[in-house]
């Protein structure tokens, strides 16, 4: 019994130190790499390394070389089941703000080991409600949107895309 509780003891401990000491800033890094293959350049962000998290505000977000958006505050917490990445915020440029209305307030993005193959997102802002879903293995992206008046108002022309069913908008694409 004794050997047991020793054992996950130390299973529990490497675990906790795992967590501490995970370069959270080197995987940014690499986060910012395969963007960049994408031509999404992240810029000018201010990064803060905390405990079981890491901190990124005042960023720019640039894509083909168009400064397209502003995230206020970007955090990446990693937990050793769970991933959790929170966007707060975001304001598209004047020039995007014809696709989407802004500012968007908040996006989450989730995902668990326990439940590898799908990562989860919800939004929130002037556009109303979003839940996501992102199968990883039929490559299929799931859209709910709850739109708000002032989307249903102004930006009919990208609900087009949507099908309407009970009370809400979805949206299915197979990459």
């Known amino acids: 019994m004794k050997k047991i509780l020793?054992?996950?003891?130390?299973?529990?401990?490497?675990?906790?130190f795992f967590m501490i000491f995970l370069p959270k800033e080197s995987l940014y890094n690499l986060l910012e790499?395969?963007?960049e293959q994408?031509?999404?350049?992240?810029?000018?962000?201010i990064r803060d390394e905390k405990l079981l998290s890491l901190n990124v505000?005042?960023?720019?977000?640039?894509?083909?070389?168009?400064?397209i958006?502003?995230?206020?505050s970007f955090n990446f917490m990693s937990l050793f089941l769970y991933?959790?990445?929170?966007?707060?915020?975001?304001?598209?440029i004047d020039s995007f703000t014809s696709f989407a209305p802004s500012p968007i307030n908040k996006i989450d993005i989730k995902h668990s080991i326990l439940n590898p193959n799908k990562i989860y997102m919800e939004a929130f802002g002037l556009f109303g409600e979003m839940k996501a879903e992102i199968n990883i293995l039929n490559k299929v992206l799931k859209v709910e949107l709850n739109a708000s008046k002032q989307m249903k108002n102004s930006y009919s022309k990208l609900l087009r895309y949507f099908k309407y069913?009970?009370?809400?908008?979805?949206?299915?694409?197979?990459?």
């Not at 299973?11 to 906790?16: K, P, V």
């Not at 505000?57 to 400064?67: D, H, P, Q, R, T």
């Open 57 to 67: 505000s005042n960023a720019n977000i640039f894509f083909e070389g168009i400064n």
């Open 69 to 72: 958006a502003k995230v206020d």
């Open 6 to 16: 020793k054992f996950f003891m130390y299973l529990f401990a490497f675990i906790l």
């Open 38 to 45: 994408k031509q999404i350049i992240i810029s000018d962000e």
């Open 33 to 35: 790499k395969e963007l």
């Open 83 to 92: 991933t959790k990445i929170e966007l707060t915020n975001i304001s598209l």
């Open 165 to 175: 069913e009970n009370e809400r908008y979805v949206y299915e694409y197979k990459f």
